[in-house]
């Protein structure tokens, strides 16, 4: 298995800007999670998604923010309008019974 | 209070030393615990689960204690590759996946 799949891994964009991140998670698994990591607040939980309907996202911080799982395999977390304090690395991940998540390589994004 | 508090470090030990980090996390209804650790400019990993009875992975021993609501993470003979941020991860929410994150514990092993 391939594992969990993201891209970009790298995007540098202007502030405004319309960002789209995607993800594919592992074959079968029926949880998929979305995380943001910066140095001042950790990995913070944005939102989780079970048998593609979203469960959970009070940790999307604001309307700018969306997110959307059309099928089992595909993933997207769109930023609009971008702004500097979006910059932040963006992982995915899933998992199928616990214990655990596995987690993909995840997306670094800058905002200029 | 945080949720999940960790020493952020970093651990300098020498290889062949032993190491422990703690943790400690508020909500005392967690019911599931782990320890994942992370590399410089990548994912997370799972490294192991840490169940009520302290389990063990070769030179790895993760403990709970309920009572004190912290979790411990033992490393024997540290090797070089052990430099890695590890990270303690609990089960807050209501639905089983929702994991809480600590900032993770920086460890630095030497030659």
């Known amino acids: 298995d391939a594992g969990v799949i993201q891209s970009p891994r790298h995007e540098v964009t202007e502030m405004g800007q319309e960002v789209t991140l995607r993800c594919k998670p592992i074959s079968g698994h029926d949880y998929l999670f979305w995380y943001r990591q910066t140095m001042m607040r950790g990995l913070e939980l944005l939102i989780y998604?079970?048998?593609?309907?979203?469960?959970?996202d009070s940790g999307m911080p604001e309307d700018r923010f969306s997110a959307k799982m059309p099928n089992a395999s595909f993933s997207t977390l769109k930023i609009q309008p971008s702004e500097p304090r979006d910059s932040a690395v963006y992982f995915c991940?899933?998992?199928?019974?616990?214990?655990?998540?596995?987690f993909g390589p995840g997306t670094r994004l800058t905002v200029l | 209070r945080k949720e999940v508090e960790q020493d952020p470090g970093p651990f300098n030990v020498p290889e062949g030393a032993t190491v422990a980090f703690n943790c400690t996390y508020s909500?005392?209804?967690?019911?599931?615990f782990f320890w994942y650790r992370q590399d410089c400019r990548k994912e997370p990993k799972l490294l192991m689960s840490?169940?009520?009875s302290g389990n063990e992975d070769g030179r790895f021993t993760a403990q709970l204690n309920r009572a004190s609501q912290y979790i411990s993470l033992l490393i024997r003979d540290s090797k070089l590759s052990d430099s890695a941020t590890y990270l303690c991860?609990?089960?807050?929410?209501?639905?089983?996946?929702?994991?809480?994150f600590g900032k993770g514990t920086m460890l630095l092993v030497s030659p």
């Open positions: 909500n005392s209804a967690s019911q599931s």
């Open positions: 998604f079970n048998n593609n309907v979203p469960i959970d």
């Open positions: 991940a899933s998992e199928s019974q616990p214990p655990g998540q596995f």
């Open positions: 991860v609990v089960n807050i929410g209501s639905g089983y996946s929702t994991l809480t």
């Open positions: 840490v169940y009520s």
